[in-house]
């Protein structure tokens, strides 16, 4: 088992900045995705950003490129979200995901096997 704690959310304003960490423990493997993923109200679940195990590749959700930053530090088993440019259709509560099973970030949320328990982000306007 793995276990995700994610931490940072919070209320900003809109052009705001936040920065979201997520950090794994339990039986992590030697390789594997860790991605954020978020859920507004009436939602379904999506894909935000994601990397190589490494961190050197990086991929975005259209809608947070140049605005969203993603990191990992593998000898501390986090990954971090720096949110920059807040706009209020960013609010949602945002999870963090790992897939034990590749060390690629998917896109697709039902490759996940394990699931932090979210923290809620709110940008007003």
């Known amino acids: 088992q793995v276990q995700l704690v994610e931490s940072g959310g919070g209320l900003v304003q809109t052009g705001g900045s936040l920065s979201l960490s997520c950090a794994a423990s339990g039986r992590t493997p030697s390789y594997y995705a860790l991605t954020w993923f978020r859920q507004a109200p009436g939602e379904e679940r999506e894909f935000v950003a994601g990397s190589s195990w490494s961190g050197v590749t990086t991929f975005y959700a259209d809608s947070v490129k140049g605005r969203f930053t993603i990191s990992r530090d593998n000898p501390k088993n986090t990954v971090f979200l720096q949110m920059n440019s807040l706009k209020p259709e960013d609010t949602a509560i945002y999870y963090c995901?790992?897939?034990?099973?590749?060390?690629?970030?998917?896109?697709?949320?039902?490759?996940?096997?394990?699931w932090g328990q979210g923290t809620q982000v709110t940008v007003s306007s």
């Open positions: 995901a790992a897939d034990t099973h590749k060390s690629y970030s998917s896109r697709t949320a039902g490759d996940y096997d394990f």
